[in-house]
């Protein structure tokens, strides 16, 4: 199995560690959605600075978040995004849709 983690790392502040693919991800979308439901704050930040490595299904679960947060009715921004996953993002088109932290 994959070795992948979701915590909030400070108040509003959800650090994705590990490898985001199939295995890890079904867990990682469960525990990413009860934690920005329960973050006290209106904005949640998704930081992906502590990804290893990432699958297609990375994006994917930055898109889950982003429906969790505005069901929740939060704002989310994601940070740190690799260098692969931004590739990844540009071929899908999903640059201009991802609230990326400047």
Request: aromatic share 2%; with cysteine; hydrophobic share 45%.
């Amino acid at each position: 199995m994959s070795q992948a983690a979701i915590g909030e790392s400070s108040p509003g502040v959800l650090r994705l560690d590990g490898v985001l693919d199939y295995q890890s991800a079904p867990a990682l979308r469960e525990q990413g959605a009860r934690l920005i439901g329960a973050s006290q704050g209106t904005t949640c930040v998704i930081d992906c600075a502590s990804v290893s490595k990432s699958s297609s299904v990375g994006l994917s679960l930055l898109l889950a978040f982003m429906r969790d947060a505005e069901a929740a009715g939060k704002s989310l921004m994601v940070r740190g995004l690799s260098e692969d996953m931004r590739q990844i993002a540009g071929v899908c088109g999903l640059l201009e849709v991802l609230p990326l932290e400047s």
